[in-house]
């Protein structure tokens, strides 16, 4: 582990569950730090994280680097992870402190291994965890989440009893066949040759010839939605004054369909204002959103007994789930290079695998985001700040022109770079080494965070206006202008002088960064002898 790459991956980082800074110039109270201990312990292991992380000497806000005397030698930090494990879930403590410079200031960074799978961290017989970046007494429901870890039941693999092959529709069992052929086109004739019961065992929707809920959610006729204990429902609604919505039943195999044909989706201009560009294509992918359905299913937490939610708004779809994320976040899958080891409905997911819903190799993600990509859309967004269900927005119109077409007219893009430069247009934070690599390749420039496209590809996307709003005027034709002013009219007040450059500033620049850019931009002109104030606090030009 190179521990300075770590700190700069953690520095430009947000702050959420699993990363806590704290300035601690001086000292930091051992209970507290004790309470962050349990908390973030527990999230990382919600997270399928291996370490949390609490950087002490740095300012929680801004990132600035202060620097910490806390506990000055590296005798007094062994004896802190000795007094931490006196007092947690079988004596854990930091795996390690890592003490290093940065900008010459002393910074520690400890380093905290997830909570042991099943079992919750405590500190002093309480257990803690985050919302937000809050600290918090650890809810029931992530505390069971852990504690099943171990002893988990799979809801979906259950039996059903006194449930028959006739609570199963007959045209989603006909689907199902269609879709296992599908996924095993080498069975095509002998599966034609099955009766339903066998091709059921076969696909492993039941279990022996015995119905499981997994059958009756996926295949189910909407009168046997009793057998479930669960609610079964995905409820559409269509965002607006009145409101529109349907609830929908099972069989969920065919009534995501029906779903996804009550969305709004039609023909409509990507970039209308370009005649060479592609006029026409369809605000929304079907197998995205069949994929965005599907990958609900699998993995709700249904012990929860909640509604899929699928709510359609002008541009946009989000769809939710009950149940955080299982193993590892979302930015885990987009890549597709990583395989999920678990699932929390695995037998559901390994039937809905067999009559090809959902892949198992972890790609539905993947897809989705490839999909927006070579749309020339804006990436797919999940909700970080959700910390109960997993909520999926997928964009169906252009943020950003200059990010469509950098992507329509230089196709050579990987998804990484596009993804990067996504989270740009929608003025989303990236980490150190992420902005490197964009302003290298010549894509991004500005300072952070206002960060925007480069001028290489405005003036090949025709937006060089945008551009120079953008990034404003330099300091040179900034003198330039207050020069022209005075000789135009002797003197000017800070009032006058913040007038004339307000608008020629960067329209990202919040108020009270232009007024220190104006302020040190005359500061260096005077240190110039180029102007000088009066008296009565008026600007000239030093040569009058």
């Known amino acids: 582990m190179d521990i300075h790459e770590t700190f700069n991956d953690l520095r430009y980082h947000h702050e959420d569950e699993v990363v806590e800074f704290k300035k601690a110039e001086n000292n930091f109270d051992f209970d507290d730090l004790g309470k962050y201990f349990s908390a973030l312990s527990n999230e990382a292991n919600l997270r399928d994280k291996a370490f949390a992380w609490i950087v002490f000497g740095v300012h929680d806000k801004s990132r600035e680097v202060l620097g910490t005397s806390f506990k000055n030698n590296m005798k007094s930090l062994q004896k802190l992870k000795q007094d931490l494990s006196q007092h947690t879930t079988d004596n854990n403590t930091f795996r390690e402190i890592h ?27 309480h257990f803690y965890g985050r919302r937000g970046e809050s600290l918090v007494a650890l809810d029931m429901s992530k505390y069971e989440e852990i504690r099943r870890q171990v002893t988990d039941v799979d809801w979906s693999k259950q039996i059903v009893e006194g449930a028959t092959i006739d609570d199963l529709d007959e045209e989603a069992i006909a689907e199902a066949r269609k879709g296992f052929k599908e996924h095993y086109p080498k069975l095509k004739k002998e599966v034609d040759g099955w009766s339903d019961e066998v091709f059921l065992n076969k696909a492993k929707l039941t279990i022996g010839g015995k119905i499981t809920r997994t059958a009756i959610l996926l295949l189910g006729k909407p009168e046997s939605v009793h057998y479930l204990d669960h609610i ?14 349907q609830v929908f039943s099972i069989p969920f195999l065919l009534t995501t369909t029906e779903v996804m044909h009550k969305i709004r989706n039609y023909p409509f201009k990507i970039f209308p204002n370009e005649s060479f560009l592609p006029g026409e294509g369809m605000k929304y992918d079907t197998e995205t959103i069949l994929e965005a359905l599907h990958n609900c299913i699998a993995h709700q937490d249904y012990t929860q007994n909640a509604r899929i939610i699928v709510i359609e708004r002008e541009n946009e779809l989000e769809f939710s789930n009950s149940g955080r994320f299982f193993e590892g976040t979302y930015e885990d899958y987009i890549t597709g290079e990583r395989i999920p080891k678990h699932y929390r409905n695995p037998f559901l997911a390994q039937a809905m695998a067999n009559i090809k819903m959902i892949d198992t190799e972890g790609f539905g993600i993947h897809k989705m985001f490839v999909s927006q990509k070579d749309r020339y859309l804006p990436m797919p967004d999940y909700d970080k700040s959700d910390n109960e269900n997993v909520v999926l927005t997928l964009p169906g119109n252009v943020i950003d022109e200059n990010y469509s077409l950098l992507l329509l007219e230089h196709t050579d893009i990987d998804l990484t770079t596009a993804v990067l430069l996504d989270r740009v247009q929608k003025r989303k934070p990236l980490n150190g080494n992420a902005i490197k690599m964009l302003r290298k390749e010549g894509l991004i420039e500005g300072r952070k965070p206002h960060l925007y496209v480069s001028k290489r590809i405005a003036k090949a996307t025709n937006l060089e206006v945008e551009y120079t709003l953008k990034k404003g005027f330099d ?70």
């Open 99 to 125: 003490e290093l410079k940065i900008d010459g200031k002393r910074v520690l960074m400890f380093q905290i291994p997830a909570a042991p799978r099943g079992i919750p961290m405590a500190w002093k017989g």
């Open 232 to 245: 079964g429902e995905i409820v559409w609604r269509l965002a607006g004054k009145d409101n529109v919505g």
């Open 475 to 544: 300091d040179a034709e900034c003198q330039q202008w207050i020069i022209k002013a005075l000789k135009d009219h002797t003197e000017l007040s800070r009032k006058q002088i913040n007038e004339l450059l307000w608008s020629k500033l960067p329209i990202d620049f919040s108020d009270e960064q232009k007024i220190t850019k104006i302020g040190n931009l005359l500061t260096k002109m005077r240190k110039q002898d180029l102007i000088r104030t009066d008296k009565d606090r008026l600007w000239h030009l030093s040569e009058i």
